[in-house]
């Protein structure tokens, strides 16, 4: 099984993306989680990322799609993977064919979260307060102002991606407005038929 989970951040794709990992056996490629670690550990990736990250940008497609490329490789991923933040432009979206054809592998579903603005915002609210009173660190781009700059972002690069997949045929709709576990029976149903075929 071979998907994107696209939707804007904090539609719940890596909550959801986590699910699947746990149904289908296939690892989750967060590029967001990579380049965190890459900004943890120091790595060359990492140095050049972080000010971006902390301002809310994309990093550059090529540094991610090479990132993606390689994780791809590894043997976890023989039997699919769920990629997570991967791809938002058109232009990795396009890298993304280029090397799924390249490595003769096919997509079998790219499910899109639909949530609205405000939904988001109040999220990420209260994602902090709960990281905050549990005592856990709060990822530096969960403030009030990055985050209009990572909608802004997903607004003007990623949501073309949705035609992008819509004109593919790969792209299906799931409310991403309802509880999670409706949210997880909505996607379960969408992979269903895609098993199915
Ligand atoms: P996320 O955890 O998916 O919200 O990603 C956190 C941040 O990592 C984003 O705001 C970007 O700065 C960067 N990032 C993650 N994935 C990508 C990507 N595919 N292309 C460019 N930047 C990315």
């Known amino acids: ?81 769920i990629l997570d933040g991967f791809p938002r432009t058109v232009a990795q979206a396009e890298a993304l064919t280029a090397m799924l054809d390249q490595k003769g592998v096919k997509l079998d579903a790219v499910i899109e979260l639909k949530v609205n603005p405000a939904t988001l915002i109040e999220r990420m609210e209260k994602r902090v307060a709960d990281t905050l009173a549990a005592g856990g660190t709060v990822r530096s781009d969960d403030n009030p102002d990055t985050f209009a700059t990572r909608l802004d972002e997903y607004r003007q690069k990623t949501a073309p991606l949705l035609n992008y997949y819509r004109r593919r045929g790969e792209l299906v709709e799931v409310d991403g407005m309802q509880g999670m576990d409706i949210v997880a029976r909505d996607i379960a149903s969408v992979l269903a038929k895609v098993d199915s075929n």
């Open 1 to 81: 099984m071979r998907l994107i989970m696209l939707g804007p951040p904090g539609a719940g794709k890596g909550t959801q993306a986590q699910r699947l990992v746990e149904r289908y056996s296939i690892p989750q490629l967060s590029t967001g989680e990579m380049l965190r670690a890459a900004v943890a550990n120091g790595t060359g990736i990492g140095r050049g990322a972080k000010a971006i990250m902390d301002r809310g940008e994309f990093v550059p497609d090529d540094v991610v799609s090479h990132m993606v490329s390689d994780r791809i490789d590894q043997e976890d991923c023989r039997r699919g993977f």
